[in-house]
């Protein structure tokens, strides 16, 4: 340690109070800052899985112009040969095939159009929690034939129970007429209004003997085991399809093209975080501001004497940002320490937030919340704090670089 750097170490206790609370406001906002955001984060994160666990998964594997159009005869034909290619892609978790279309469902007392999906009734619930979400009747078996599971919205409008019959009247993917009589086996409550009030789902054979899709598909999903394994997958299965199917050709898309509206939905709330952040940042900023300004009113006299005995204003400047510098580094250190063991106690834990669990069922999430460490969590917030901190410091340091001998002594 330089002897500028000793003295102005000496210095920072010279008051040990006014350092010590200074140190201990930079502290508090780095710890408000890791947790806050390893807890913004962590929501993503849960919101990003719960979403994907809904519906779409991570990737999906459709014909190019399904996902825009969703016409009926834009499908992935002969998918078997495309499932076998994922299965030795490393850090795919599960994937499953489904059929989508509209039909118009009739029960015995009213009609209504909705969305129907024809899945895997063995690879569904690997990919989605649509079986988890059943409350009255099963899910499909291996073997399950004309079946529907429908959202209990959806069967509150139809006036159905589990076992009465609905008509579906739809269109084929040659432009046949797609009819046929469902059994109800299951229904099933995600707590989201919008997939229970116009969701049916019926086995895959099924769906596609009904609307004349033969072996075809209109999406292969995607679940990899992490939610950072995505994008190299996504890249490792463009690499393996071929250019041109037999169907047209295929494109690969992420969950972020897949979910629009949920990448939406985080920027904003990113936005109005760092919006918060940066308000607590400038608090802190004035409050350093003001201890170093005070400091250096304090010590006029003493820098006045200092400059008369031949000290350089270019050292008193070295020797004023050296302590800010102290106070930042000690005041962040034990910010850093102590965010880093707060927000890991609750990452291994959780936070319940079961008083709000009828708002995130609308999400798809939990009770319980689950801040996540990261790098950026961890060293964003403590450096802009120890970058505001040194420049509050500099207008201080640039006064004493003013400061006149005689004018100094004078004050005091």
Known sequence: ?????????????????????TMGAIAFACVLLIFMLSLQFGAYETMINASL???????????????EKRQMRDTVDRPGEINALLNDISGIRATTMRGNGFALVSSNDRSVGIFISGVDPLNEPRVTAMA???????WFSAAAGLEAVLGHLLARRLNVTVGDELTLLGQGRDG????????????????????????????LTAFQDLFAMGESVHEIVVVAALLEDAAPIQQKVRARLPS??????????????LNPGLMDSIAMDLSMGVIMYGVLIIVVAFSIFNTFLMVIFERTREFGVLMALGTTPG??????????????????AAGVAAGTLLTGYFQ???????????????????????????????????????LITFLAALFPAFRVSRL?????????
């Open 53 to 67: 666990r809904i519906r779409t998964g991570h990737l999906q594997i459709q014909a190019a112009g399904y996902h």
């Open 244 to 257: 041109r199917a037999s169907g047209g050709p295929l494109r690969v898309l992420d969950w972020k093209t």
């Open 132 to 138: 988890d979400w059943i409350r009255s009747g099963d």
């Open 176 to 203: 046949s007429i797609a009819a046929g009589m469902v059994t109800v086996r299951g229904i099933f409550s995600s707590g989201i209004d919008a997939v229970d009030r116009d969701t049916m789902v019926m086995p």
């Open 404 to 412: 006149k001998p005689v004018a100094a002594i004078a004050h005091g």
């Open 1 to 21: 340690m330089g002897m500028m750097q000793h003295m102005a170490w000496r210095n920072v206790w010279r008051n040990p109070r006014r350092s010590l609370l």
């Open 315 to 332: 050292r008193l400047v070295r020797l004023v940002l050296g302590e800010s510098l102290w106070i930042a580094l000690v005041g962040v």
């Open 348 to 386: 291994a834990h959780g936070i319940d937030l079961t008083g709000g669990s009828d708002l995130l069922a609308q999400y798809g999430m939990s009770g319980m919340m689950y801040p996540r460490l990261s790098m950026i969590s961890v060293s964003a917030g403590p450096l802009t704090v120890l």
